[in-house]
């Protein structure tokens, strides 16, 4: 069993930056690969960003690269979002990801607010 716990999320204005966290438990977590999906109201969740095992290989959605950045403390099995340049189109609940044992694991997500 996998738990993702995600928090950071909150309101803030166009510009601005958050930094969102996901703990991880119950998993070797330096074995495996962590992703952001995101997901606004009325649309499909679509992919973010996803960090290899080691931190080394990151990447991102051509709609945040330059502007966000996946990393990972495998010491804390945690690994985080930080989100700069924010823009209204931001706007969704975050959701942090793994995949063990072909079974793919989310937490409950973090609500981040991007407002013009």
């Known amino acids: 069993q996998v738990q993702l716990v995600e928090s950071g999320g909150g309101l803030v204005q166009a510009g601005g930056s958050l930094r969102l966290s996901c703990a991880a438990s119950?998993?070797?977590?330096?074995?495996?690969?962590m992703a952001w999906f995101r997901q606004a109201p009325g649309k499909e969740r679509e992919f973010v960003a996803r960090v290899n095992n080691n931190g080394v290989d990151t990447y991102y959605a051509d709609s945040v690269k330059g502007r966000f950045t996946i990393s990972r403390d495998n010491a804390k099995n945690t690994v985080y979002l930080q989100m700069n340049s924010l823009k209204p189109e931001d706007t969704a609940a975050y959701y942090c990801?793994?995949?063990?044992?072909?079974?793919?694991?989310w937490g409950q997500g973090t609500q981040v607010t991007v407002s013009s």
């Open positions: 990801n793994t995949v063990s044992r072909s079974v793919a694991y």
């Open positions: 119950g998993q070797t977590f330096s074995s495996y690969h």
